[in-house]
């Protein structure tokens, strides 16, 4: 008769290794929520939309059909070009929220930034974005564009999504967005006729030209009110040309000639006549603003002064969404003030306001606002305003630091000053919610200073960021910042940021399985550490080391490392260090089968680690030396150490470490022939690691149906 007595849920080398983030962890949920909601993620749909109702008609003949015959085209592509400010985004928009209803499994939206100031969003950040959007744990997520694309199109398989892709300059940006199942559905904006969708993809391409003259009369009948246009139609009419039939244009104009109820049309054609003039011997002739520049420039004239510096200020931010706080910071003005002026500017329609204290800009204007700043204000000031906004993206990632690895690297930072206005997080749900939303800002906040000679910030905010990047599973990200950062340290001659960047690297590239590269920053990260006398690096650079060859099963090599970076902490005061040094002798032991050893080492890391209410840490050392009492026969104690492990575990919402106490509570209930007790824990372990796609849940599998063999007989 088959037995299971004997089995367990892992081997001897099978320990959750407490990994890299080396400053602790405050992490607070529940994991075994009901089900998330599918993603709704498309933008608010335009309160004045302007019929289009030929394209619409398209778009609605281009939406898939219930079902999928045989021969039918195994996806629809719907591809929207047009020239700039034409009123893409707002048609896709507004066609996607009226048939929303279709997509039961959920709608994505991702601007590209294929145009503009700044670099375009890279197709793997999409394709990341898109895939936690649509639930995928973020450790399966893979680190390739490829990979990342290849799970995306199975993810979505047998479903209805609506994917809307916005800004999209080149094909190559968007093929790997494109879903491979018919009742999914993408709609594409872009200036360009993306000619390779249509002959591969079978793409329905239409072209949106600007509004006829009746239309683009309808929409400023729509915004200033039929009377004034009833009274006045030729005006009416030349206004339109002069806004070239373009909505966006038109919407700043009506806006504010309804602000100014007592001014004729004439007058403000009058006023665009005079702005066009004094442009034309500035204006290149086809650049991306020609269009719109005289609108632009007569709203921007139209401003307060303080309201027209701000505006152009804005143009300087590297991201393209900006919080109320970053933009004081910027302007250098308190939040209250920032938060008036950008409602200025919301209301003159020259900024977008999306989310509570978010504001965008539309391309184009962005692009004019950048181009206002470097015009009228001096490469110092720009440089000022740059620098400042800067610093705040650093001291706020430094306040999530402290609040959510409390025991991570320190490093020194240039002090921010009275008008950098600071709202640190009280929370870690705040801290992790900040470093979410502020995510792509904060890459390109490192880019774009990297690029104009900011390298201390450059590499001071991969530092302070980094466990952010890790605990969210974002790899690529991940390692490309301390790449950069590596690069700035080196350019600001900064031995301390090389030192820093090295094991963040380190760190990065184990993470990504590339143990050879890893070592090398590693060891590269010791030389330098040691140069500047940083010894939370060196000591950690030392482990990261001793993780490595412990994987390849080189314990001796490992011990040493593991040894000598337990004399830096220790020597230096390094507690946390200390303790999870002790923590990882302890799992070398435990392989040469030294339990007692072990056990005495992982219990010296438990009451370290305690002492310092370093609670996720103690999770970490609670899980081995449970099973370290297990295998010595030590039932009750190694329930006791598991018991507490999985309490902790669920209290830092991680799954996959509570999966996998949850199995070895099983083998010890199972080693003291309490089955049904063990089958229960086996089957929550299942539910948990099966999803997660964790290697552990084909040995929990087996031992379920091994159980089962045991009842029948």
């Known amino acids: 008769m088959p037995s299971a007595h004997n089995q367990s849920s892992g081997d001897a080398e099978a320990v959750v290794q407490a990994g890299t983030v080396h400053g602790g962890i405050n992490l607070f949920g529940r994991a075994g929520q009901p089900p998330p909601p599918p993603p709704r993620q498309l933008p608010l749909d335009a309160t004045r939309f302007v019929n289009r109702e030929q394209t619409l008609n398209r778009l609605d003949a281009a939406l898939p059909a219930d079902s999928t015959a045989a021969g039918g085209p195994s996806m629809s592509v719907a591809a929207i070009a047009g020239a700039p400010g034409v009123g893409k985004t707002a048609l896709a928009v507004h066609w996607a929220h009226r048939v929303r209803g279709w997509f039961t499994d959920g709608d994505l939206y991702v601007d590209m930034r294929g145009y503009g100031p700044g670099p375009a969003l890279d197709v793997g950040q999409a394709l990341d974005t898109f895939l936690r959007a649509l639930h995928v744990p973020a450790e399966q997520i893979p680190t390739d564009t490829e990979g990342r694309a290849a799970l995306y199109r199975s993810v979505l398989t047998g479903k209805r999504v609506l994917i809307v892709v916005d800004n999209v300059s080149a094909v190559g940006q968007v093929r790997p967005l494109l879903p491979a199942t018919p009742t999914c559905m993408a709609i594409i904006t872009s200036r360009s006729r993306l000619s390779g969708l249509v002959a591969r993809e079978g793409a329905s391409r239409m072209t949106l030209d600007v509004l006829s003259p009746d239309e683009a009369i309808a929409l400023l009948r729509d915004s200033i009110g039929g009377d004034r246009v009833n009274a006045e139609p030729q005006a009416a009419a030349e206004l339109a040309r002069r806004c070239a039939y373009l909505p966006l244009a038109l919407r700043i104009i009506g806006e504010r000639i309804a602000n100014t109820p007592y001014a004729t049309l004439a007058e403000f054609v009058d006023d665009l006549a005079l702005v066009n003039q004094q442009l034309d011997a500035l204006t290149i002739n086809d650049d991306e603003l020609s269009d719109v520049r005289t609108v632009f420039s007569w709203s921007y004239q139209a401003l307060p002064e303080a309201t027209a510096r701000f505006f152009r200020l804005l143009g300087l931010h590297p991201g393209s969404a900006i919080s109320v706080a970053a933009a004081a910071a910027i302007a250098g003005v308190s939040i209250p003030r920032a938060r008036h002026l950008l409602d200025q500017l919301t209301a003159a329609h020259l900024v977008q306001n999306p989310a509570r204290d978010r504001y965008l800009f539309h391309d184009l204007l962005r692009a004019y606002a950048l181009e206002r700043a470097q015009a009228e204000e001096t490469p110092a000031q720009q440089h000022q305003s740059r620098r400042r906004v800067y610093t705040w993206y650093l001291w706020m990632a430094e306040e999530g630091r402290k609040v959510i690895l409390p025991y991570s690297h320190a490093i020194t930072l240039p002090p921010a000053g009275p008008d950098v206005p600071l709202t640190p997080p009280s929370t870690v749900a705040e801290a992790m919610t900040w470093f979410e939303r502020e995510r792509l800002n904060l890459l390109d906040t490192i880019r774009q200073a990297d690029e104009l000679g900011d390298h201390d910030i450059a590499w001071q905010l991969p530092v302070v960021s980094d466990g952010f990047f890790e605990l969210k599973s974002y790899w690529a990200d991940w390692r490309d910042i301390h790449l950069t950062g590596l690069r700035a340290a080196r350019s600001a001659a900064s031995r301390l940021g090389e030192a820093a960047n090295l094991r963040c690297l380190g760190d990065a590239y184990w993470r990504m399985k590339q143990r050879g590269t890893a070592l090398d920053y590693y060891r590269r990260g010791v030389n330098a550490a040691r140069d ?119 209290t830092f919402d991680d799954r996959r470490c509570e999966g996998l106490t949850l199995a070895a509570l099983g083998d010890t209930y199972h080693a003291t022939s309490q089955h049904d007790v063990a089958r229960r824990y086996w089957l929550e372990a299942l539910r948990i690691l099966d999803p997660l796609g964790d290697p552990h849940a084909s040995a929990v599998r087996r031992l379920l149906v091994q159980s089962d063999s045991v009842d029948e007989a």
């Open 532 to 650: 500047v006398n940083d010894h939370w690096v060196e000591g950690f650079s030392l482990r990261g080391q001793g993780l490595i060859h412990e994987e390849l099963g080189q314990i001796d090599e490992a011990v040493n490392l593991y040894g000598q970076a337990r004399e830096v902490f220790r020597h230096y005061g390094i507690t946390r260090g200390e303790g999870m040094s002790l923590l990882s002798l302890g799992n070398c032991h435990r392989v040469r089968g030294h339990l007692d050893t072990a056990i005495a080492h992982y219990q010296q890391a438990v009451a370290i680690l305690g002492r310092i209410n370093d609670q996720w840490s103690v999770a970490w050392a609670s899980y081995p030396l449970g099973l370290a009492y297990q295998q010595t026969g030590q039932h009750d104690e190694a329930l006791k150490q598991h018991q507490l492990a999985l309490k902790l575990f669920r």
